[in-house]
């Protein structure tokens, strides 16, 4: 029941920040912590027993914190962007067949995880079982960070531009872009915004791939009189 009922109340905020905050930020927010907590539950086995080799009190409740923890984050985050995307990804003609092939996709390694679990468990230890799920957790933040598009606030036609771009373009444009986070986000330097990959409004980029959005918000009135020019020159050197 406690499993459900985290699941479905922290899954609500998704329904507003999915296309706010954006799919591609949610990823980038909730992977790192994914993966924080399943180290988090891993590294609680090494917390004592008790005399008669059972639990303790204090190991239980670091494990289940853990686990409960790790659904809170997962449920606005992993839990309902991957379905968003795998709606988005496909273009028309191939969107039913590939949400459903996405879909079995994610069931069949759910059976999967199942399936090896008891063998991981033995030939890792619990420690080292959780350690290996959330060092995946942290490879699923880079895999976000240098190929996955935000495509928040989208028509179908900008969607299948966005997607258009190779990835090995994606990822330079973002790799590019790491010294400007570093100085824009941590070191707090007033920097140039730098030259969107995309333009997705006739006097401005869209927010993802722009520092500040111009000509107007987003929603169904901010995507109305668009114009999608790729910027084949950012990429250039």
Not at 65 to 83: C, D, H, L, R
Not at 89 to 102: C, E, I, K, Q, Y
Not at 113 to 142: D, I, K, R, V
Request: net charge negative; glycine share 10%.
């Amino acid at each position: 029941m406690g499993t459900g009922v985290t699941n479905f109340l922290f899954a609500i905020p998704a329904i507003y920040t999915i296309d706010t905050f954006g799919r591609r930020n949610l990823l980038l927010t909730t992977f790192p912590l994914m993966g924080l907590c399943l180290l988090w539950c891993g590294l609680s086995f090494y917390l004592p027993e008790n005399p008669d080799g059972t639990p303790s009190q204090q190991r239980l409740g670091s494990i289940a914190a853990a686990i409960y923890v790790f659904m809170a984050v997962y449920s606005p985050g992993e839990g309902p962007v991957p379905f968003t995307y795998s709606a988005e990804a496909f273009p028309l003609h191939l969107r039913d067949v590939g949400m459903s092939f996405a879909t079995a996709t994610c069931w069949g390694f759910n059976f999967i995880l199942s399936l090896t679990w008891p063998a991981l468990e033995a030939a890792f230890t619990p420690t080292g079982a959780f350690c290996w799920y959330a060092a995946w957790n942290f490879f699923g933040f880079f895999y976000a960070y240098f190929l996955l598009p935000e495509t928040k606030a989208l028509t179908l036609e900008e969607l299948d531009t966005v997607f258009d771009v190779g990835n090995r373009k994606f990822a330079a444009y973002y790799t590019k872009k790491l010294p400007w986070y570093l100085k824009k986000r941590v070191l707090r330097q007033d920097v140039a915004p730098m030259e969107p990959l995309f333009e997705l409004h006739e006097q401005g980029g869209h927010a993802d791939y722009v520092d500040e959005p111009l000509g107007g918000g987003g929603g169904a009135a901010g995507v109305e009189d668009k114009k999608i020019v790729e910027k084949d020159e950012v990429m250039r050197t």
